[in-house]
């Protein structure tokens, strides 16, 4: 299916900004282009960053596999969520889809877009509700996010049922695979090849403990990806981030050792944590954070942990989450921290 269909007007119209180091294809010696300052007192802090980061691309799509043409890498996978909106959705007319609970920044950037929201609520087991989706699609939903694991819920969806939702959407399917790497799931990273309105969306912010540098990337088809490159700020990726990236990228990546503690602490704490007298549900979880239900107010439970120096989230607010709280999975000590304080408050 043809991807221009899906994009707006004025973003196929558009001339992006082009800098004259992006025009130049020689060896360059003398850099008097981009009213920089010429001294260099900090490690090249000096001059702009390489806007298409030719050498980190490199690097991102060997790591993950994939043609460097299919790769955007944003400012977090935020920006990516961002920029897919802005290029799909006309403001007014056009709508993403979104199954609640679920991260709440694709309903944010639709907003601000002024693009409509659909939701459809996941079922009562959090599994996608795919009847009431192929009831509900039209061809003004440009994009369907699914979150696998999902966020807050944990859970994660069967790649099959991913690739329904794109059978029966004209638009995008975007998959958010921000906490893939505590799962057992398989990405659906190889399936882009087979259809081209399929984006997964990857992090540095979680397995690769760099939330701090603000890296993401949005992996799809290189007709899409090439207009998400055409609307980002020229300069999108500093050039400090660059370097840390590179460096995550040369050692390790997400560190398997500590990708394993996470799990290990995920089960340990799940089992520790059903045993505290407040408390009546801890669902299961692929991710690196547990969704709780309490017996009592969430909200007064975060309030006290508050006042205890320890910050968790509350999500009763969101549909099918009343009562839960969700608790990411810290170091063991910090486990240790929160169950001894919880025990405290709920016993
Ligand atoms: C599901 C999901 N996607 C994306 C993000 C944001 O990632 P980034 O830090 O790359 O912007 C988060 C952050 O918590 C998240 O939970």
Redesign the pocket.
């Known amino acids: 299916m043809d991807i221009d269909r899906i994009i707006r007007k004025n973003i196929l119209a558009l001339k992006p900004y082009s800098s004259a180091r992006n025009e130049f294809s020689g060896k360059a010696e003398l850099f008097l282009d981009a009213n920089e300052s010429p001294w260099d007192d900090d490690s090249r802090l000096n001059r702009y960053p390489d806007p298409m980061q030719r050498e980190l691309r490199r690097k991102i799509a060997k790591c993950f596999s994939v043609p460097e043409a299919s790769l955007f890498i944003g400012n ?3 920006e990516a969520i961002d920029l897919l909106i802005r290029v799909t959705c006309e403001p007014e007319q056009d709508r993403i889809v979104q199954f609640p609970p679920t ?1 709440g ?1 694709y309903e944010v950037q639709a907003r601000i877009q002024n693009a409509g929201v659909k939701n459809i609520l996941l079922n009562e087991d959090f599994s996608l509700p795919v009847e009431d989706y192929i009831k509900q699609v039209d061809e003004k939903d440009k994009i369907t996010f699914v ?1 696998t694991p999902n ?1 807050p819920t944990g859970n994660s969806f069967a790649p099959e049922v991913i690739e329904t939702l794109v059978h029966e959407t004209s638009g995008l399917v975007v998959v ?1 695979e ?2 893939i790497d505590f799962s057992d799931s398989k990405s659906m990273i190889e399936k882009i090849s087979h259809y081209n309105r399929l984006v997964v ?1 990857r ?1 540095f ?1 979680k397995a690769w403990a760099a ?1 701090g540098i ?1 890296l ?1 990337i949005a992996i799809g088809n290189p007709e899409l990806i090439k207009y998400l490159n055409a609307v980002k700020y020229p300069y999108n990726i500093n050039q400090l981030t660059a370097e840390k990236a590179l460096s995550l990228l040369e050692s390790k990546g997400p560190y398997d050792e500590r990708r394993e503690l996470i799990r290990q602490e995920r089960e340990k704490m799940r089992q520790k944590l059903l045993e505290i007298r407040g408390i009546e549900t801890v669902f299961p979880s692929d991710a690196n954070f547990l969704l709780v239900r309490v017996k009592d107010s969430a909200h007064e439970l975060v309030r006290k942990l508050a006042e205890r120096g320890i910050i968790i989230r509350d999500r009763s607010q969101l549909p099918r989450c009343e009562k839960c709280v969700r608790i990411t999975i810290g170091r063991p000590e910090d486990n240790e921290r929160l169950l001894t304080t919880l025990k405290e408050i709920l016993s």
Do not use: E, F, I, V
């Open positions: 977090g996978s935020d991260y920044m979150c966020n958010d921000a906490y969306l992090t912010s939330a603000r993401g």
